[in-house]
């Protein structure tokens, strides 16, 4: 059974950059057809989606963040993490990591969801 | 990009009643494109339902959601203790994912 869990730090400068890390357990990143998502909820307030990567390096970006996200693989170490530069109090949250399921052949993609998700880490942007 | 609406905001009822949640969007989605979460305090989303009306692995067939074009709908038939929680409905278009803001459904 596939296990996520992200790690990095939990308390972060303004204007530093965020660095977290996904470690994909249970599976290999590279196998199926699967997109790998970084997903952020501040206290007590709805999920904002970040972006997603596909183990081929192809990747998408929440465009209210894109100037200041990267979202890159290491399929040797079965990881993919983010980084967010600039942060402000804004970009504390809860941010989770999930793996996306897609199925279908060009052009008639089918989404089968996020179904496995991380426990979330905590953080906190504050000097 | 595409803006998701739910409503109500708050849902109040009692064990073993029937819920319907709504879920609008700003334009029209392909139904293979919506799925339905659940959260619960301190615990990350759980996929219910994705394709607008397909259960995931192990949900309850308490669970079902339908619709299409910019309206959907996630019905829960018996609430169980288990099921007050928060529930989301996500969309996928234009290569970014929207979440709604959420109902939350809590125990009157």
């Known amino acids: 059974q596939v296990q996520l869990q992200e790690s990095g730090p939990g308390l972060v400068k303004p204007s530093q950059t965020l660095s977290l890390t996904c470690t994909v357990s249970g599976g290999s990143i590279s196998s199926g057809s699967y997109y790998w998502s970084w997903i952020r909820q501040p206290a007590g307030k709805g999920l904002e989606w970040i972006g997603h990567?596909?183990?081929?390096?192809?990747?998408d970006y929440n465009p209210s963040l894109k100037s200041r996200v990267t979202i890159s693989v290491d399929t040797s170490e079965n990881q993919f993490s983010l980084r967010l530069s600039s942060v402000t109090a804004a970009d504390t949250a809860v941010y989770y990591c999930?793996?996306?399921?897609?199925?279908?052949?060009?052009?008639?993609?089918?989404?089968?969801?996020?179904?496995?998700w991380g426990q979330g880490t905590t953080v906190t942007v504050s000097s | 990009e595409i803006v998701l609406t739910q409503s109500p905001g708050t849902l109040s009822l009692s064990p073993g009643e029937r819920v319907t949640l709504s879920c609008r969007a700003s334009q029209s989605v392909s139904s293979s494109y919506l799925a339905w979460y659940q959260q619960k305090p301190g615990q990350a989303p759980r996929l219910l339902i994705y394709?607008?009306?397909n259960r995931a692995t192990g949900i309850p067939d308490r669970f079902s959601g339908s619709g299409s074009g910019t309206d959907f709908t996630l019905t829960i038939s018996r609430l169980e203790p288990e099921d007050f929680a928060v529930y989301y409905c996500q969309q996928y278009g234009s290569s970014l994912f929207t979440f709604g803001p959420g109902t939350k459904v809590d125990i009157k």
């Open positions: 990567i596909y183990t081929s390096g192809s990747n």
């Open positions: 999930a793996r996306e399921v897609w199925s279908g052949y060009y052009p008639h993609y089918h989404y089968n969801g996020m179904d496995v």
């Open positions: 394709g607008a009306s």
